[in-house]
T-cell receptor, first 116, second 111 residues
Framework: DAGVTQSPTHLIKTRGQQVTLRCSPKSGHDTVSWYQQALGQGPQFIFQYYEEEERQRGNFPDRFSGHQFPNYSSELNVNALLLGDSALYLC???????????????FGPGTRLTVT | QKEVEQNSGPLSVPEGAIASLNCTYSDRVSQSFFWYRQYSGKSPELIMSIYSNGDKEDGRFTAQLNKASQYVSLLIRDSQPSDSATYLCAVYDSSASKIIFGSGTRLSIRP
């Protein structure tokens, strides 16, 4: 049973560039959430996708956008990169309708983005 | 702004002892609570979820929830060096339909 996968593992970009990160959810999961985690901090919620639509959004500028595909995989796009966007980007998958343990999310290994 | 508060640590516990990690949250209507373990350089791993007041045990881990006091804790019995990690408390914010994480408590188990 494949867990959550993310690509790439590491990425180095220059300020002003654009980046696309990818995520495949755990088998059986249909919801994908993206988080940004700075060093020494907890993950900060960026947005969540379900049924190919953005359902919830955190306090991030619209430079951060995403997409979900029919197979439930998802992309996170960040435009006009800033130095402050350097962080670990985490994808978490979950099942939208589950009665036993609602809202449990399982994280992928993350993508370490460095902006220089 | 709803918040989840944790002592950043480090919390140092001798091997074999009980490690106690605490978390408070500001949202009175929260119903779902989670503990994640994160090793340095790795992603968070879900270790416990708890939804009702009281204790929930899973192996060496026990989660305790007190909604009246807006307090959730994690006890780790017979602590092992492999338990050394950062422990993240997370709370589901039903009004915003999102999970809010604390900044984590760094736990160190000394041999």
């Amino acid at each position: 049973d494949a867990g959550v996968t993310q690509s790439p593992t590491h990425l180095i970009k220059t300020r002003g560039q654009q980046v696309t990160l990818r995520c495949s959810p755990k088998s059986g999961h249909d919801t994908v959430s993206w988080y940004q985690q700075a060093l020494g901090q907890g993950p900060q919620f960026i947005f969540q996708y379900y049924e190919e639509e953005e359902r919830q959004r955190g306090n991030f500028p619209d430079r951060f956008s995403g997409h979900q595909f029919p197979n439930y995989s998802s992309e996170l796009n960040v435009n006009a990169l800033l130095l402050g966007d350097s962080a670990l980007y985490l994808c978490a998958s979950s099942e939208a309708r589950v009665s036993g343990s609602p809202y449990e999310q399982y994280f992928g290994p993350g993508t370490r983005l460095t902006v220089t | 702004q709803k918040e989840v508060e944790q002592n950043s640590g480090p919390l140092s516990v001798p091997e074999g002892a009980i490690a106690s990690l605490n978390c408070t949250y500001s949202d009175r209507v929260s119903q779902s609570f989670f503990w994640y373990r994160q090793y340095s350089g790795k992603s968070p791993e879900l270790i416990m979820s708890i939804y009702s007041n009281g204790d929930k045990e899973d192996g060496r881990f026990t989660a305790q929830l007190n909604k009246a006091s807006q307090y959730v804790s994690l006890l780790i019995r017979d602590s092992q060096p492999s338990d050394s990690a950062t422990y993240l408390c997370a709370v589901y914010d039903s009004s915003a339909s999102k999970i809010i994480f604390g900044s984590g408590t760094r736990l160190s188990i000394r041999p």
